[in-house]
């Protein structure tokens, strides 16, 4: 952490500085307003984090707390127990959505690598007829927003009998996100250098090859990026599988969930709460602890469009 | 020809007659036309003749097998047509006969939907087809015009030996544009299609026939006084939105991350880890869990005020119909706690690597910190980070997460057609078309959505320069 860098510390200490062979009493009103304004930060710092931690303790402390609906939700609760847990395991489907949510997130994550990594290097690495054509296209098709095909996907699934399936669901989540993450990743395949791949041409190396011990290794940063953001999109997805799904069994976390607090009358705001704890936990480490990765992921998708 | 033909075989010096050798090169074309592969198997590639015909034949066999091709008495396209003909007849006429009572019970009757889905394919299939079509005349004028000038032509093997390593990036890219064929472009131009036809809550297919319609739903949205209000309300919401929405996150993470990088704060690691949560808690739970907080009738923070004596009755934050300002206030600010820690995160990182010079030249010129602050810090971050501010208006613009579910465009307006005065035009469109079924004036919506979304992206596009690498 450099903190001396910037901004309101170094310009207020150098004119302290500045002004140190002035009066005493100038000397102790500067010091005195700079301390003041230490505390006034350290305030706005303790406010801010209040602000943003209060929402998430409350529904915490409300998934630890009496089995009710929004009424008997608190931040600390009187009587902490497990029942709201106990609760969403047994009396609803939730690990049933759970299950399903894992799968469609899981093999979205898989195949969104395979085919966009491979497909990267193709468009980054060859040049063939078409190619011009077919990055232009997906750079199209990638700003159309992806709901605005589902509800012809729903009419195509429908025809083919992929309607209500999981399969139909993971097919649709994969052909909305991979054009992005082509351009994504191709654009940091640009960026890796073309000697390595000229040197095993020359050692006899197929392009096959080339790309499975060269490439691939290199372009692991971004393909861990892709891999969380592809997990982490159809994980809490709720267009696709609200248009895609309609039988209990196939389900989806965000479904289920929005559907538990949607109607205020089911008052099963407490048993969301420890819904929403179970989804948001695994996620939500994921990407604190990876957050260096994922926002440099971010800067360059916005970088290279 | 079978004469020229002959003639050629013969000498290896073939050079030395021009005129009619060229006339045949074209000949072989004539004959690739008439039947698939003959012109190739004019050239001595008989394996590769035999693929393109096997090719004409399953397309044919395809179009009779899928038909009724038995009884031609009184052919028609609906009754007798294969997959391609019938594909065709049905994404013309989107079906001519309504589900019926007869005298047997009830009729089948035309699916329109399905006809057109059926159409779009077909006709997809036969572009495709028409493709390898024009690669069958072409290739065999060309074959012919090599085995002219050099007197041989590459045999079928060497052909494919070539075609596989020449197609090595089609093949690797196969999944992919298949994918993108069948699941992106397929239904967006089967959306297009559906802003032309008349397919609403109304006229559900099977019960009733979808027709062409012409344009009369663009002309319905931008003159029936109700839609083109709603349309335009709603249009200059999302505008605002976007932008309050970017601008608010923007800058509130711009001074987070200075104040964090201030050397007067302690434990600076600390408070960033905190700052990071509402980044990473998925989106949807954060926005339930503000729904439920300010819900009006049971949410603890009006309970809160209440307690406290600030207020006297319960306020509907999200809900109340007389105070639309209230409710796009509030999920303005939600969308701040949601937004300002990527963009702290982000220029976070970004101060780290503006140069020390700057500020020590500006000290010694006897800047203020506020001067430095606004005349260097800032302008340094805004061209660093300007196109992922960008991309964030854009986000936005079709912010479906937060307002559907904070609001679900609530609350009512009773201007608006099927729209609340929290609806962006992502919200709306998804309104109109999962709860009240108008698939056309939904359709009619992602056009107007794509190329207002489009225009823009393509201008950032072409300011970024993305367009060079290709």
Do not use: C
């Not at chain 1, 996907?153 to 052909?175: C, E, H, K």
């Not at chain 2, 108008?438 to 823009?456: C, R």
């Amino acid at each position: 952490m450099s903190s001396d860098i910037i901004g309101t510390t170094r310009p207020s200490g150098a004119g302290r500085t500045a002004r140190a062979g002035g009066s005493a009493r100038s000397t102790g009103t500067a010091v005195l307003w700079d301390r003041a304004k230490t505390i006034l930060i350290h305030i706005e710092l303790a406010v801010l984090a209040v602000v943003v931690i209060y929402p998430l303790v409350w529904v915490v402390g409300a998934s630890f707390g009496a089995t009710g609906g929004l009424a008997q939700a608190s931040a600390i609760p009187s009587d902490p127990s497990l029942g709201n847990y106990v609760r969403l395991l047994t009396a609803t489907d939730f690990p049933r959505w759970y299950l399903n949510s894992l799968i469609v997130a899981t093999s979205n994550m898989v195949l969104s690598v395979v085919i966009s990594a491979l497909s990267a290097y193709i468009f980054s690495r060859l040049r063939f007829r078409g190619r011009t054509f077919a990055l232009t296209s997906m750079l199209i098709l990638q700003i159309f927003p992806a709901f605005l095909s589902a509800i012809a996907v729903y009419m195509l699934f429908l025809n083919f009998g992929l309607l209500d399936s999981l399969t139909g669901l993971i097919v649709a989540s994969l052909a909305a996100q991979l054009p992005y993450n082509t351009w994504l990743l191709k654009g940091y395949v640009d960026g890796i250098s073309t000697s390595f791949d000229e040197a095993a041409l020359i050692d006899g190396a197929s392009r096959t090859r080339i790309f499975t011990h060269i490439i691939l290794p290199l372009m692991k940063p971004m393909l861990t990026f892709v891999a969380i953001t592809q997990f982490a999109v159809p994980w809490m997805d709720f267009i696709l599988p609200k248009l895609l799904i309609s039988s209990p069994q196939h389900k989806t976390i965000a479904i289920g969930l929005f559907e538990m607090i949607a109607d205020e009358t089911r008052n099963e705001f407490t048993t969301f709460a420890a819904g929403a704890v179970l989804v948001a936990v695994p996620i939500t480490i994921l990407y604190v602890v990876l957050q260096k990765h994922l926002i440099s992921g971010l800067t360059a998708g916005g970088e290279k469009g | 020809m079978t004469h020229t033909l002959a003639k050629r075989e013969a000498p290896p010096s073939a050079p030395e007659r021009p005129a009619p050798q060229q006339s045949s090169a074209w000949a072989a074309g004539l004959a690739s036309a008439l039947l698939w592969g003959s012109g190739q198997a004019m050239n001595r590639q008989y394996a590769k003749g035999l693929i393109f015909l096997t090719l004409m034949v399953a397309t044919v066999a395809t179009e009779l097998v899928t038909g009724y091709y038995g009884n031609l008495t009184s052919y028609s396209f609906r009754r007798n047509g294969g997959f391609f003909l019938r594909g065709l007849w049905g994404l013309i006429t989107l079906g001519t006969e309504p589900r019926s009572t007869g005298l047997t019970g009830l009729t089948g009757g035309d699916h329109s939907i399905v006809l057109m889905v059926n159409g779009l394919i077909a006709l997809l299939t036969l572009l495709v087809i028409a493709a390898l079509y024009a690669w069958n005349v072409i290739d065999a004028v060309r074959t012919r015009r090599i085995l002219i000038r050099t007197g041989t032509a590459p045999t079928s093997r060497e052909y494919f030996t070539a075609l596989w390593q020449s197609s090595y990036a089609y093949i690797v890219l196969s999944p992919l544009l298949a994918l993108l064929l069948f699941v992106s472009a397929l239904p967006i131009i089967f959306g297009i299609l559906i802003a032309f036809t008349n397919y609403n809550r109304d006229n559900l297919p099977p019960l009733s026939l979808v027709d062409w319609v012409g344009l009369s739903n663009f002309t319905a949205i931008f003159s029936i006084k109700a839609w083109s209000g709603t349309f335009l309300g709603v249009l200059t919401w999302t505008v605002v939105w976007a932008f309050i929405a970017t601008v608010t996150t923007y800058l509130f993470g711009f001074i987070q991350a200075v104040i964090l990088n201030s050397s007067r704060v302690r434990y600076p690691r600390f408070w960033r880890s905190i700052y990071i949560l509402p980044w990473a808690v998925p989106a949807m739970i954060s926005a339930l869990v503000f729904r439920s907080m300010f819900n009006g009738q049971f949410g603890p923070i009006n309970q809160i005020l209440l307690d406290w004596g600030l207020i006297d009755q319960r306020i509907y934050w999200f809900t109340d119909p007389s105070n639309a300002l209230l409710a796009r206030v509030m999920a303005l600010l939600v969308n701040l706690w949601l937004g300002f820690p990527y963009f702290m995160a982000l220029i976070g990182g970004a101060l780290t690597n503006i140069d020390k010079n700057y500020y020590e030249a500006a000290v010694l010129d006897g800047a203020s910190s506020s001067q430095i602050l606004r005349r260097i810090t800032f302008p340094i971050i805004y061209r660093a980070t300007a196109p992922l501010a960008v991309l964030a208006f854009v986000a936005n613009f079709n912010n479906f997460g937060v307002i559907y579910f904070l609001t679900e465009g609530g609350p009512a307006n009773s201007n608006y057609q099927f729209a609340g005065s929290t609806d962006l035009l992502i919200t709306w469109l998804f309104t109109l078309t999962v709860d009240n079924r108008l698939y056309n004036i939904g359709a009619v919506m992602s056009i107007v959505i794509f190329v207002l979304v489009g225009t823009f992206s393509l201008w950032n596009l072409k300011r970024s320069r993305a367009f060079d690498e290709l």
